[in-house]
């Protein structure tokens, strides 16, 4: 029997609807934000990955020779494609451009709870702006889509990558080498970023100073800590998410976001329902599209673990109720059977969701499938009501029954 | 600078929006026939596509080796995915099971008007059922789904496929070269037919009737020239398609579907403002699930599609309008720009499409902005107007202005 593959997933009618629930909730948040949707290509040529990423992040992709000996990538997230589409086609937009995505994501790893190898994602784009205010409008954003899920337990701390930076190049490491500290810095393995340090030739005292930057880490009010122009940044940001009513923030310089490419503010939101996994949205401040051979533009950018979330909201007990449909149609017998047709067309032409026999199943088969596809109501057409004009309504909840005119079943229902 | 790959695109803004309407409608027509929607993933074990169309599908799937050593394909269809799907988690379901879909396909082959290497179908199956009501249904709802996207001039064609397969047998051709005779009457290849069938040893009369039935084509009245149980099949079909309301058919003995699985009914429909490449819709019933390792299940199913069928609406002249948003603020001066910050997230908070000036513009600047993401109202929020706890809404379209409360801006609106 051939399954799908390792790390995919089948979404059958239930499960698929609550997904769709939950997707219509962040499409209707980012649609008051004033974003709108762009879509691109499952796949991409590899380059634009590595371009992001670097050649290590090969390891990880889908990625292939098609017919005509293209180097193909399936894509691994959507900000490098919609930062390319919009190198490539939106560059006269007027700014700032707000894009939000919704979709599959690839990433050959090992499957594990919440992560899969194919996986969505659900993210947004401000294309052209580098205000606190463009920060505060991703973030809230962010916000307002985990509280409209009904998440009931999160966290959302903010960084900021240049006041890390900016330590680090002020303790005498060079560019070249920045990278490698960042990576243990994001990880808090501050025992494998010592001998890194000493061998740089970095003070004893300026690592542990660096340590305790990343350590830096509460409410608000651990902004007065935060030097330069980065605090003065940061303490603005809180500020106007203060006036948007996000309120429930961290402060954590120790954000990095892994390798990334954000430049400036970072974020991440996490369920700790989740335990280790716990990562439900990242985001940040970034540039790109020079990469792409584009103009640098400032963006800020974040995306949601479509699958993340799902699995935090599950755990939280949050329910979701199947919708079904109004009516299911019965034919009593094989006479009335094209009558029946007739019914169950001006059902749906009046905007109703209804379903009709086609198996021509006995009356108590026919019931037990309407109660299985969740009816509302069944629709009995038979021959002596419907020579009087009249089918029999059927409650399936209660299994109350009555009369009702053919061709007006739902008058007063 | 790097592009989307060749024969794949960016869907921007303008463009989806139109596009997700379109799709919003056709999952309307699903949800009120009680169909539920399915997703399955992008890439299959391409065993799977090799199982339902044989090797030759290879030379224009987009296959690779993962990083497992697995052979994997995209999908280039959906209903072998679905069956799959099926067999794998449905098998105990009630029947018939009534399922839609909507997604990518993937396609090697040289991109031309309406055809891409990424093109997107939307699809139905029901599955375990085999009557005339079966089909009628999947034919009532192409027919409904066409109807309600509002292409003017289309046509559905239907045939059954049995007929031609009796009459091959009934002349004599072979089982093993059924498929080698039906390719060429699928394209109308007669005079290479010819040879092939002489070579067989059929009789040259016998294969002229034989090209005759298959420009069997006209009203639902050639129905009597119909033989057989095929015959009455059709009759009885095109009766409840009747009572559906479905009454502009075409009878085309001559549709083949090329070289595909199915069994009985065959439909396409088209539409002629394409020209040559002019199929939108095309279906039948069939039997796939034993292939996967599953029961025999007979199903109905039919895929349109969505690039070239919307390429017809275009054709025809039918024009699609934006929606935009509700509300654009604009802050005055820098200090009432946290005020504005507050009305932006009421705004949004009562479910207003709402956007805010992140970029400190000036006025007239902010405007055109505004004009330029179709906003209907201006929110201007002045300093003056702000102590008396007032803003001005200024109407995009007349360019009217007024006062109106701060906290209550659309009351009367």
């Known amino acids: 029997m051939i399954q799908c593959p390792r790390g995919t997933r089948d979404f059958l009618p239930d499960e698929l609807e609550k997904r769709r629930s939950y997707e219509g909730i962040l499409r209707g948040v980012a649609h008051r934000f004033g974003f709108r949707e762009i879509e691109t290509p499952i796949f991409e040529d590899a380059e634009l990955f590595i371009l992001r990423s670097g050649p290590g992040v090969l390891k990880e992709l889908y990625n292939f020779k098609d017919k005509g000996d293209r180097d193909i990538a399936l894509r691994p997230e959507m900000t490098a494609p919609v930062i390319r589409a919009f190198v490539n086609g939106m560059g006269s937009y007027p700014k700032p451009i707000k894009v939000f995505y919704f979709g599959q994501c690839f990433r050959y790893e090992r499957p594990q709870a919440g992560r899969y190898r194919e996986f969505f994602q659900f993210g947004a784009e401000i294309i052209g702006s580098a205000t606190p205010e463009t920060d505060a409008e991703a973030i809230a ?79 608000t009010e651990v902004l007065d800590k935060v030097p330069g122009e980065a605090g003065t940044y940061l303490r603005e940001l809180v500020g106007i998410l203060g006036s948007m009513g996000v309120e429930d923030l961290e402060i954590d310089l120790g954000v990095v976001r892994g390798l990334d490419y954000y430049t400036g503010m970072v974020f991440e939101a996490e369920a700790p329902v989740l335990g280790a996994e716990k990562q439900i949205c990242g985001g940040g401040s970034y ?127």
Chains 1, 2 share one sequence.
């Open 141 to 219: 954003m962010a916000a307002s889509m985990i509280k409209s899920l009904g998440l009931k337990e999160y966290k959302i701390r903010i960084g900021h990558i240049g006041v890390l930076r900016q330590r680090i190049a002020d303790i005498g490491v060079p560019a070249e080498r920045t990278a490698e500290v960042l990576q243990k810095l994001d990880k808090k393995l501050y025992d494998e970023a010592r001998p890194i340090l000493r061998d740089i030739g970095v003070a004893d005292a300026d690592a542990e100073a660096l340590f305790d930057l990343t350590e830096t880490v509460g409410g």
């Open 287 to 413: 540039t790109l599209s020079e990469l792409f051979g584009g103009e640098k533009v400032f963006s800020t950018g974040f995306a949601i673990g479509f699958d993340r979330i799902l699995l935090a909201m599950e755990k939280e007990g949050i329910e979701y109720e199947q919708e079904g449909i109004d009516a299911y149609v019965i034919p009593v017998s094989d006479d009335v059977r094209r009558d029946a047709a007739v019914i169950v067309s001006r059902l749906r032409g009046s905007g109703r969701s209804a379903d009709i026999d086609i198996m021509g199943r006995k009356m108590a088969k026919a019931l037990k499938y309407a109660d299985s596809i969740r009816a509302r109501y069944a629709v009995i057409v038979g021959r002596k009501e419907l020579d009087g004009g009249c089918v029999t309504l059927r409650d399936m909840k209660t299994g109350e029954q009555r009369e009702v005119p053919a061709d007006d079943i739902f008058r007063g229902v």
